[in-house]
Structures are given as C-alpha cells and as structure tokens.
C-alpha cells in the first residue's frame, strides 16, 4: 500500500469522529486489521498490500468514493477519476429518469451527501498538503 494510503484511511475515520473499533465495524472489518493498515504493518511487521475489494469495501462502509481515494493517494490522474465520476453520473441520470418521484428524491438526497463527502475529502487534502509542508 503506498505511503499515502494509509494515512488517507486514517484521516477519514478521524475526520468521521470515528474509533478504530467504530470504524471497523463500519466497513466489516476487525478493529485489529484497520489499525494494521493505519499503521501500514501487518503483524509481522511486513508493508499492508490491500485487495481492492477491501478498499472499496471500506470506502462503501464509510460513503465514501473509491476513485476520490485513489486519486488522493496519488494511484490515478484526476482525470481518470473524473471520467469515472462522469460515467457513474451519466448512469444515474438515466436510472433517475424512469424513477417514481418519491425514488428521485432519495436519489437526490444520496448525491447530495456524496457532494458533501466531496466537499470535506477536499478539506481534509488541504489539512494534509499543509502538514505535508512543515
């Protein structure tokens, strides 16, 4: 798992107000694993390489989005992120579309949350850009 990784996954359970064992019982892994991989050391003392199954089970624990992880741990271009942003946005235009009014709304609210994850994984990058420079 890169250098950032792991302390991107920490930042977000922090950023949540969440304990290790909250965290974990979030995304449906053990308390012990997820302080590993905050740590970025299993229990032999060897570098944590994380499945991404795992991720995205963390990620859909918390509500949080998978391609936003991996461009701020630096695995993938903004661009890339943004065209799978664009293409998950371009599918849910269309299932909105034959949806029953009451089903748009909750469509609507869940979006808007989604920005609002946006919006503080935004924040926390600045928070980590401006420890990164002292």
């Known amino acids: 798992m890169g250098n950032m990784l792991h302390l991107l996954l920490k930042d977000i359970r922090s950023s ?3 304990t290790t064992r909250q965290f974990a019982d979030a995304v449906g892994l053990t308390n012990s694993y997820i302080s590993q991989i905050e740590r970025n050391c299993n229990a032999r003392g060897k570098e944590i390489r994380l499945p991404v199954d795992t991720l995205k089970q963390i990620c859909d ?3 949080y989005s998978l391609s936003k992880l991996l461009e701020e741990a630096g695995y993938i271009e903004k661009s890339v992120a943004q065209t799978v942003t664009n293409s998950v946005l371009s599918e849910i235009i269309e299932i909105y579309n034959i949806l029953p009014p009451s089903h748009q709304a909750s ?4 979006a808007r949350m989604e920005k609002a994850d946006a919006d503080a994984g935004d924040a926390l990058n600045n928070n980590l850009d401006s420890k990164r420079s002292l």
């Open 16 to 18: 949540r107000k969440m």
């Open 61 to 63: 624990g918390v509500g």
């Open 107 to 110: 469509l609507l609210h869940k």
